[in-house]
């Protein structure tokens, strides 16, 4: 089990206890582990006895459950209060916006006891008539029913992406010179998928598929075998004459309103992909733009590739909620063959995250100065991720955001917002003149919360008007600005940043899943602001 899987058991234990009202001292120790666990930076599982009993917030009870836990997977304490609890209320408890004390009166007042229940409480507006909740609060938590039943059976890309490449891998083990090749919407990279895809190069190869139990079959027909691998995730197959394998993965990869705007595809013996494109006469799409929405979009300059990034933009350190110091991030970052690390520790209003306070901030400055004394080829570049207030404002003085490169202004706080509030709010950050990176843009994360409504043309308007680029934070729970809108944001000439949100050493290499994100866009090379030096990274951002 990872540090995370840990710490959420711990989480889930802290909440499914507070249903059953036990002691307030209970729930929060287990509330504390979670949040002390998943910080750690060395694996937990790897640890002897003492060294899990030493561990900050770890006593005894608790160092006893994670022995549990490593040694059996599960926790009898939390299987005791499992039973009680209708499997309903637990779906409840993992959707965001319903926390225990809510779930507890809805469970003992309107005895609803699954989500579909509540929804269709929500509908006959019976939520609002129980104490402690009000129109207001019944449709927020409606919207979020709905989005939890649109998120049914999907998963993030970056969730199931190595999974499904060790899939392709034991299949090219198994038959050994048969092309196998990821295909349909996971080869896209689209930030949701329902299921996995794979194209195989050998039309008889049903029944050995059959033979070997790598999978679950499900069914199979016409070339087409159904099926789950062992985390219930399903898998599609599509099975192909060798001489039509580059025909059928253009097929297979495109999405089907992007194959109806092409009108009749030729099927043949293709030596690659490219040739397709040039017997129709059409410019060549990498798989990521293959959906309908792009289609005709004129790509001006190369597509980003993840090698083409050179500055590791927005990173957290041990000042504020990350898990490694800032030594360890710059050096990182130096070692996965970057040229500059920006550090972005929450800024003072972010208190849950420890934010900097003006004096550390101070701190931190003096600290990169002296490291980078010690560089040659790399910087550290002093910055922050400062929380955008309610009316827009950033939470420092101008005299102090005068000595960092550059500001990431991002939303993190009353995100109940309609349209035409966040828009204001956002433009009026964008206006500030130490602004220099709008961060994550809606605040959405991807299968559990929806993002503030915004007026897109306006916000990136603003930030041309004012040379403020925008983050696509390639955190693979965020993927946020939306691929849709870069096209927009490179008509304007606003610069995207791929930023890994990191706040430990492999968060670095979230910035994959946002080049990912980015090149479904048709996000250029010349288009992305830290593709780009850090002498002109920082020329670009200049007021």
Not at 65 to 76: A, N, Q, S
Request: hydrophobic content about 40%.
């Amino acid at each position: 089990m990872t540090n995370k899987d840990i710490a959420n058991v711990f989480k889930n234990l802290g909440a499914i206890m507070e249903l059953h009202n036990e002691s307030v001292f209970k729930t929060r120790s287990y509330s504390t582990a979670y949040v002390n666990l998943r910080r750690l930076d060395r694996p937990i599982a790897e640890m002897d006895e003492a060294s899990i009993g030493a561990l900050p917030g770890v006593g005894k009870a608790i160092k006893e459950k994670i022995l549990e836990l490593l040694e059996t997977g599960t926790l009898k304490t939390y299987q005791k209060y499992a039973e009680i609890t209708p499997p309903g209320i637990i779906d409840m408890l993992g959707i965001k916006g319903l926390g225990p004390k809510k779930i507890k009166t809805i469970w003992e007042e309107l005895e609803i006891e699954t989500v579909g229940e509540l929804l269709y409480a929500c509908n006959e507006n019976r939520l609002c008539e129980v104490k402690g909740f009000g129109l207001k609060s019944q449709e927020d938590i409606k919207q979020k029913l709905e989005y939890y039943f649109q998120s049914q059976d999907k998963f993030r890309c970056g969730a199931i992406l190595s999974i499904a490449e060790e899939l392709v891998n034991d299949l090219r083990n198994i038959y050994t010179g048969t092309r196998v090749e990821l295909t349909g919407a996971i080869r896209r990279r689209c930030n949701t998928l329902d299921k996995i895809e794979i194209l195989i190069g050998d039309a008889e190869l049903a029944e050995e598929i059959y033979e070997q139990g790598v999978l679950e079959i499900i069914s199979e027909e016409e070339g087409v075998v159904e099926a789950k691998n062992e985390n219930g995730i399903l898998v599609i197959l599509y099975l192909v004459d060798e001489e039509d394998f580059v025909s059928s993965w253009f097929y297979t990869s495109s999405s089907e309103s992007f194959r109806a705007q092409l009108g009749d595809l030729p099927f043949g013996n293709f030596e690659n992909e490219e040739a397709i494109f040039e017997k129709m006469e059409l410019p060549y799409y990498v798989p990521e733009m293959r959906e309908g929405e792009l289609y005709g979009t004129k790509v001006e300059g190369s597509i980003l590739e993840a090698k083409d990034i050179q500055g590791v933009i927005h990173s957290h350190t041990t000042y504020s909620d990350g898990i490694h110091t800032l030594s360890e991030m710059a050096e990182a970052a130096q070692k996965k063959g970057y040229s500059y690390i920006g550090i972005t520790d929450h800024s003072q209003t972010a208190f849950y995250a420890n934010g900097l306070k003006p004096d550390r901030l101070l701190q931190q400055i003096e600290e990169i100065d002296s490291l980078n004394a010690k560089f040659t080829d790399f910087k550290i570049l002093k910055s922050i991720e400062s929380d955008i207030l309610h009316d827009g404002r950033l939470d420092y003085e101008n005299e102090l955001l005068d000595k960092l490169d550059f500001v990431i202004a991002s939303v993190h706080a009353n995100l109940k917002m309609d349209e035409a509030k966040a828009t204001k709010r956002l433009i009026a950050a964008i206006e500030h003149p130490k602004c220099s990176i709008l961060g994550h843009p809606t605040g959405r994360l991807l299968l559990s919360r929806r993002g503030y409504p915004l007026d897109h043309k306006k916000v990136i308007d603003a930030c041309a008007a004012n040379r403020v680029a925008i983050e696509l934070n390639a955190n693979p729970y965020r993927l946020d600005i939306d691929w849709r809108w870069i096209p927009y944001c490179m008509e304007k000439g606003v610069l995207i940043s791929i930023n890994p949100d990191a706040h430990s050493i492999d968060g670095i290499d979230d910035i994959y899943h946002g080049v990912a994100s980015a090149r479904k866009g048709g996000l250029t090379k010349e288009a992305c602001l830290n593709a780009r030096s850090m002498e002109e990274f920082l020329a670009a951002l200049k007021k």
